[in-house]
């Protein structure tokens, strides 16, 4: 991601001044602005039709993957009395983030300020933005309208904040939810948006790699997902019921909408069509297809039978991993990234999760936490080209890694801290958790007042 052009009207402040100089200096001037008119033609930006489509396209595809991509592949893998809470929450998640994203959002994260931790609030409620308003791409020279832009970050955000849910679904009050959401976009997400893929940004100026989001995205929603389900403590009956997944049917119809999805949210982070995007676009199809093939052998080799929910777990498993490095690796480099990830989501999910004990409903931090931080750091060796990378401009592989590593703590530790205190601060003024009736009975009913299937 790169910092917005900014153009400006100067006319007015330019005619005052050429005018107020003797007749001698206004002949050289006219004279030097001649000779310069033909080289600043040749670099007034240009918007290109091609690159617009392909981020309109993008967006719409990222936005898929949310509705019904994620909501499907979540409501799948709980019980059926909350099917709809976890379709509910999706939606008005999605919406509550994209009204926050105009009012404050864009700004915070993309804003004039000249600041390493947020960009202020000069753009709020998208003040100055208009049809003449233009983003830089990635080629000097090219331009695409700032609304697309921003609708195409915008849907990054409502992503992230819905895909924390999951750790501790089927026991969380909607309102409370609705209100740590609104908290924590503004004070987590933007924030580290802004440090990550602002050119003012603090993990920007470090030159740490995150192509589409692997530390804004999944390390954030990983942690905030880990810290929630910690604080929040374990459904009823964990442990001790069924809380197999209802429908297997829909969660792998919501994984193959994620899969469809993610190339709008891999090949689109290049922000124009060309080589790049392709390149993202292919290791979006490798990395996946690695990790589902290692999750399904080691469950083979580890169970002696392949699952379903296996096979979707390592195919998220790969979107993930790959999402910091989809622009820098090689095809192969991806596909090693990608099983290397997935064995280890499969060690922390299968086991990790159970010896600490806690309750991830929907192994939120197990895959996209872990995932994640396994994408960032490896990021700094598939891009090196002795793996088919794109290399690192001169930097070495190892300092490479140590930027990256510093990426992944700072994004670790703001979350995680920041995130507790919100937790805390929601649950000591409106609750966190239905009551324990209410949580038996299914907040289908209890908080929306509706089934998912009439019986």
Not at 165 to 176: D, L, N, P, T
Not at 387 to 413: D, E, K
Request: charged share 10%; net charge negative.
């Amino acid at each position: 991601m790169m910092k917005l052009a900014k153009y400006s009207g100067l006319g007015a402040l330019a005619a005052s001044l050429f005018a107020s100089l003797p007749a001698w200096a206004q002949d050289a001037a006219a004279e030097t602005t001649e000779a310069a008119a033909d080289v600043v033609a040749e670099v007034v930006p240009v918007m290109d039709k091609g690159d617009t489509a392909f981020m309109m396209i993008s967006t719409v595809l990222v936005l898929f993957m949310i509705l019904p991509g994620l909501a499907l592949f979540y409501g799948g893998l709980v019980r059926t009395k909350n099917m709809l809470s976890l379709l509910m929450q999706s939606t008005v998640i999605t919406a509550l983030v994209i009204v926050i994203y105009v009012f404050w959002g864009y700004s915070m994260a993309f804003g004039d300020a000249p600041s390493p931790y947020w960009g202020g609030l000069g753009k709020a409620f998208l003040s100055g933005v208009t049809l003449e308003s233009m983003a830089a791409t990635f080629s000097a020279g090219f331009v695409i309208p700032e609304f697309v832009f921003i609708s195409f970050q915008m849907t990054f955000a409502c992503i992230t904040a819905v895909l924390i849910v999951g750790a501790f679904a089927e026991r969380i009050k909607f309102g409370s939810l609705l209100v740590f959401v609104a908290l924590w976009v503004t004070i987590v997400y933007f924030p580290i948006a802004h440090m990550v893929w602002d050119s003012d940004g603090l993990i920007y100026g470090w030159g740490a790699l995150d192509f589409a989001g692997g530390t804004v995205v999944h390390i954030n929603a990983g942690i905030a997902a880990l810290v929630g389900c910690l604080i929040i403590g374990k459904r009823v009956g964990y442990g001790k019921d069924n809380m197999a997944p209802h429908s297997m049917t829909l969660t792998m119809v919501g994984a193959s909408m994620l899969w469809v999805g993610w190339f709008g949210f891999n090949a689109g982070s290049n922000l124009e069509a060309n080589g790049g995007a392709g390149l993202a676009m292919i290791n979006t199809f490798t990395a996946t297809a690695g990790a589902t093939l290692a999750w399904v052998l080691v469950e083979i080799v580890a169970r002696g039978k392949a699952s379903m929910l296996g096979a979707v777990s390592g195919l998220v498993t790969g979107l993930v991993a790959v999402t910091p490095a989809a622009g820098f690796a090689g095809p192969v480099g991806a596909i090693v990234l990608g099983a290397v990830a997935s064995v280890a989501c499969y060690f922390f999910v299968s086991t990790v999760k159970h010896r600490l004990n806690y309750d991830d409903s929907l192994d939120v931090f197990g895959i996209h936490g872990v995932a994640g931080i396994i994408g960032a750091i490896g990021t700094a060796v598939v891009n090196d080209p002795s793996m088919g990378g794109i290399g690192y401009g001169g930097a070495a592989m190892g300092t490479q890694i140590m930027v990256q590593i510093q990426a992944v703590l700072v994004t670790i530790i703001w979350c995680g801290v920041v995130s507790a205190v919100l937790y805390y601060a929601v649950n000591a003024v409106m609750g966190l958790r239905v009551k324990e009736e209410q949580e038996r009975e299914g907040l289908d009913l209890t908080s929306h007042g509706e089934r998912a299937y009439n019986m």
